[in-house]
């Protein structure tokens, strides 16, 4: 996938519209009306979804262009986030047919490519992209984005759906969907655990915000989320952190030695969560017989297959820091992880854990070169100055940071609640990345955040102590 920077804005967002519609491809036509998540809109939202957004943001947002189906552009406004219980009731009927949503879709591209290839006269350069400025008469910078941040937004919208949507897929049953063959996964030998000492040090996270508002140029990506301004720098004291993530291996110790039945592991409130939903287990694992007895399997995105123990395991974050407590440790915070991932031992912090390096596959499980995790410590050459693994790929990390403001923020005034509508503490902060995450969101300072009984995330962990 061309995620990065290479090739005009234009170019990289006909990219990652290609790219959702290979994933699209996947659904059989009978499942596009499938809930796969309860918490979730039907697969059918998504399929308009996408095209809205690009259409409001951009084509009315900011090119002013002339609805022709306003109750659609409506409709797949917005998704769901529900934090309390509450799940939708909508019913397949209360959606249009798939091949409608598609000619509408087609139109909304040609509309807008149409507008956007006619804007492009004088250009501006950003982050090795260029593309002409807006046209609207009175728009300033800071105020209303210009045309380059906005692309930036469609693009990254459309990658981090598509990750998102993955999740839902991977929960469809095998017989909904169409199966891919994966990549094989690189040869790794067994990795024993072992626990590195950071030193003290300064964790720097945000971005530096220009004078207009927008990031500073750093000469090659420049654009960032509310949420990743400003950039601040934290001391933060010696610790000690997993090399690797842990494994299904080692978890599956815990649930053995009764983890989950453990009270004292877990606070009131997830204590709750997992008595009124009955999880007992890792939410990819399924209980199966065998001609031995029961044995664990794993739901890969096409098959289930015997437990892969030397991958990361998957977990919310209730389940990460119970865990973590059974060992007699925590999740680290959002500055420890920095501080582990883009230190080093001579005080210079990195732009990606491998050093300065733009990502490419030999440096971690990400980019949507595979559908599922590979062994922990299967990219050597992605290993960080402190000689920790797989911190960019095959997962993202929980943290034990509540997703809130870094100080200076300012929403965006065109997407006010893309972060603001999760500042409510219901949320923690992920770092790293999974194996579909693209690799224009492995900058350092992108935040990712989920709920903490929420299952269906590839998310895994590792724990610091002092």
Known sequence: MATLTRGTLPQRLAEARAYTDRLFSIVRPEAYYDRPIPERHRIIFYLGHLEAFDWNLIGRGHFDLQPFAAEWDQLFSFGIDPVDGGLPTDQPQDWPRCAEILRY????????????EASQSGELQLGGSRFGESSVPGETRGHRADITTLLQVAIEHRLMHAETLTYMLHQ???ERKIAQRDMEAPDAPPVKARVVEIPAGVATLGLPRGGDGA???????TFGWDNEFEEQRASVPAFRIDAQNVTNREFLRFVNEGGYQERSLWSDADWEWLRASGTSHPGFWIRRESASGEEWGYRTMFEVRPLPLEWPVYVSHAEATAYARWRGKELPSEAEWHR???GTPNGVERKYPWGDALPD?????????RWDPTDVGSFPEGTSAFGISDLAGNGWEWTRTPFAPLEGFVPFP????????????????????????AACMLRRSFRNWFQPHYPFVYAGFRCVAR
Do not use: I, M
């Open 105 to 116: 879709n087609e139109r909304l591209r040609d509309l807008l490519d149409k507008r956007l």
């Open 172 to 174: 469809l049953p095998r």
């Open 215 to 221: 990031a500073a140029s750093t000469g090659e990506e």
């Open 340 to 342: 582990a991932a883009l």
């Open 361 to 369: 596959s030999s440096r971690g499980n990400f980019d949507s070169y």
């Open 414 to 437: 065109f997407y006010a609640g893309y972060s603001a509508n999760f500042f409510d503490g219901k949320h923690y902060v992920l770092k790293g990345g999974s194996a579909r995450t």
